[in-house]
């Protein structure tokens, strides 16, 4: 059953995608168009994030196996980024970071439907219990990975990127018994790469090489295309380096600092300036003493790509305190209201004035579609 099922997605992953693509369209543009329609956005949001991740992962593996090729017939070739690479070896190297890494992913693609869910069965009361141990739960896992990591950056997503793109691919065919002994002979003819039996490196053959220079291949034109940038071939571990003190306490603030957010309007409520102001000096505390520590000490230099991708989703990430109360209800909503009402006389704008009004709500009244946690 299951392996039908992968099968299909393989060997029909193009349509596969558009159909995903387009779903997670739709729960975007859902919400305040019928009662609970924020329900049913972040259910199929929810299951699509899930889906969405095994379907790469199959993708992934048949890629590797060499059953994908693009549309001119060529097998795919497969770019693994730093990102996969770091992830990959941690994940590889212990099935406890592995397993901590995929419950801190399944908790982040269900919380906002369980905070609703609980909401609107349970009432308000609960509401903060729940939140509260999902937090812990979060704060818990990310402890682990930093510990695991060897006090390493945490990166906000710890799922692996997609490392094919499905609208790139063409029709994937199974090659018969036959088929198979026919190509096996051909890589002995020289035309397929020839892959090491106990290494499992694979080299190219020298047709290959003359083919794709039209035979005009020389041997440092070749050496020079062949040749890898430092980041490709370095171990994964040194794509983001540990920590030394002084960023080990700003990561750990990082990690603690929705917890304490929180603790803060549980305690003080979430009209009260504190909590909110509390969270944002923690948040400049922690990316001021990362950014100082991986740029003194003795591994200072430019930040790394996982280091660099990181930091600059945590800079984005203060946005959010445009959203939250009290900022939102005494600054931003009058304004993003204004502008609602001026997109909606404007015929090419009219959607996003839309958009604007219905999620207004959902910041206001949910915690974790601003919580950026």
């Not at 905070?115 to 999902?134: A, D, F, H, P, Y």
């Not at 050496?223 to 380096?241: F, H, I, M």
Request: glycine share 6%; aromatic share 10%.
């Amino acid at each position: 059953m299951w392996q039908k099922y992968a099968n299909f997605v393989v060997n029909n992953a193009a349509q596969v995608s558009s159909i995903e693509n387009g779903l997670r369209t739709l729960t975007y543009i859902l919400p305040g168009r019928f009662a609970d329609a924020e329900l049913a956005s972040e259910a199929i949001y929810m299951l699509l994030s899930f889906v969405g991740v095994y379907h790469d992962s199959l993708l992934a593996k048949a890629a590797k196996s060499g059953l994908l090729a693009d549309k001119e017939g060529q097998p795919v070739d497969i770019e693994v980024t730093p990102f996969n690479r770091y992830h990959g070896k941690l994940s590889q190297e212990s099935d406890l970071y592995r397993l901590a890494a995929h419950l801190l992913s399944a908790l982040q693609f269900s919380e906002k439907l369980v905070e609703m869910l609980v909401v609107k069965k349970m009432g308000e009361k609960l509401r903060w219990k729940v939140i509260s141990l999902i937090e812990i739960a979060k704060v818990v896992l990310r402890l682990n990975l930093l510990q695991l990591s060897g006090q390493r950056m945490v990166t906000g997503s710890v799922v692996p990127e997609r490392l094919v793109d499905p609208a790139g691919l063409g029709s994937v065919k199974k090659p018969a018994p036959e088929a198979a002994m026919s190509l096996a002979a051909t890589a002995g003819n020289g035309s397929l790469p020839w892959k090491g039996e106990r290494s499992g490196l694979k080299f190219k053959s020298v047709r290959d090489i003359l083919a794709k220079s039209e035979g005009n291949a020389t041997l440092s034109a070749y050496v020079t295309s062949e040749a890898r940038e430092a980041k490709r071939v370095a171990p994964a571990q040194s794509l983001v380096r540990r920590y030394n003190p002084l960023g080990l306490a700003g990561e750990l603030l990082f990690i603690l600092r929705p917890l304490i957010y929180v603790i803060g309007i549980r305690k003080m409520g979430k009209s009260d300036w504190r909590p909110w102001a509390l969270s944002l000096l923690i948040e400049l505390a922690s990316r001021q003493m990362i950014r100082t520590d991986l740029h003194t000490g003795k591994s200072a230099s430019a930040e790394r790509t996982v280091e660099r991708d990181e930091l600059s989703r945590r800079k984005w990430l203060f946005l959010y305190y445009l959203l939250r109360s009290p900022f939102f209800d005494r600054f931003t909503e009058a304004r993003l209201t204004r502008i609602a009402e001026w997109c909606n006389n404007k015929p090419l704008l009219s959607l996003l004035g839309s958009l604007i009004q219905d999620y207004q709500p959902l910041w206001q009244n949910y915690y974790f579609y601003t919580s950026a946690s």
